[in-house]
């Protein structure tokens, strides 16, 4: 592997979260590699500095790491095939390259990832199982934690690369439990979402300024990540630009129930949060921020959002 390469690194996927990481490699003193199927996006990672790879083959040439987010079972699967046929990176005898490691970051079925790892280890690539926790707006500001699995000494090699994108990393066991880890992790994230919009319509039903609402409980004890994150958005209204969309959370919350009915474990509260979801895709589209789930109760409530009281300060 050449000096160049040792100090490059790939990403495959430049949409939100994609995007967000190869930013943060740039300021961490990486020459990135993107590669993207869009256009648009590749035009803008090279309008902010990035350099653009021509397929996900030439990006497998340039970097020694690579990290894929991407948004389909059908994507991964191409992408690993592309990089499984880039040419040989093993080197001489005399000088052996270390293998490429690739870091899938994407939220898919597990069997998914575990077919894309062993067409990737035939030709002698490590894919490390890396699920991320954390929004598009927290990816960009390097407030994400990775959920890491897979053969640990390639997760060492690669942590430089994890500390540049992430404020926190952890090595969860053998490939595939990083994912189990981010199933459970999005089956609160789900139940705490729409627990926040529940509580902002009953507060607003009671005539609760919800702006106030969302200052002063995202200050207390029934406080969550989710309240504090999307609570802003609801309290407004306003569901776009999405951190998280709803077109794509659907197919993360179809993954935690085959993963919850094959682990033979009941999620009522799961269960019933995923109607609700349901509705606010059908009330304004795919596109729109999984807190519009708010906008869903208050219809259930029949809330009026002028009908505001001002809560003032003690201080």
């Known amino acids: 592997m050449t000096t160049q390469a040792r100090s ?13 990481m190869a930013a943060n490699l740039r300021r961490a003193g990486y020459r990135v590699m993107g590669y993207d ?33 991407l948004p389909s079972v059908e994507a991964l ?32 079925p597990i069997t998914t990832k575990e077919q ?44 430089p690369v994890l500390d540049a994108v992430a404020r926190a990393h952890y ?9 189990k880890m981010k199933f459970v992790a999005n089956l609160l994230v789900a139940i705490h979402n729409v627990a926040a919009a529940e509580a902002l319509v009953l507060a607003m039903k009671a005539g609760l300024d919800p702006e106030m609402v969302v200052k002063v ?24 630009p999405a951190m998280m969309k ?24 799961f269960a019933a949060s995923a109607p609700i979801y349901t509705a606010a895709s059908a009330m304004g589209g795919s596109d729109e921020d999984t807190a519009a789930v708010c906008r869903v109760l208050e219809r259930m409530a029949g809330t009026a959002r002028s009908s505001k009281v001002k809560v003032q300060s003690a201080k």
């Open 246 to 269: 709803l077109g794509v959370w659907k197919k993360d919350m179809t993954i935690i129930t085959d993963f919850a009915r094959d682990a033979g474990c009941p999620t009522p509260l």
């Open 37 to 69: 199927v869009l256009a648009t996006r590749r035009r803008e990672h090279r309008l902010a500095g990035g350099q653009i790879a021509p397929s996900c083959r030439a990006v497998a040439d340039g970097a020694g790491i690579v990290i894929c987010s």
């Open 217 to 240: 409980i995202g200050d207390g004890a029934g406080s969550s990540r989710m309240f504090q994150v999307r609570g802003p958005m609801m309290a407004k209204g306003r569901y776009v």
């Open 8 to 20: 490059s690194v790939g990403v495959i996927g430049l949409g939100i979260m994609g995007s967000a």
């Open 171 to 179: 090595h969860i066991g053998a490939f595939g439990a990083g994912s």
């Open 77 to 108: 699967l191409a992408t690993a095939a592309e990089l499984a046929a880039a040419r040989p990176r093993g080197g001489s005898r005399r000088s052996p390259r270390p293998a490429q490691i690739v870091i899938e970051t994407s939220t898919l």
């Open 116 to 159: 894309a790892r062993r067409r990737l280890a035939a030709a002698g690539v490590i894919l490390l199982d890396c699920p991320l926790s954390g929004t598009g707006p927290q990816a960009r500001v390097r407030d994400l934690v990775v959920y890491a699995s897979g053969d640990r000494a390639a997760y060492r090699r690669a942590a």
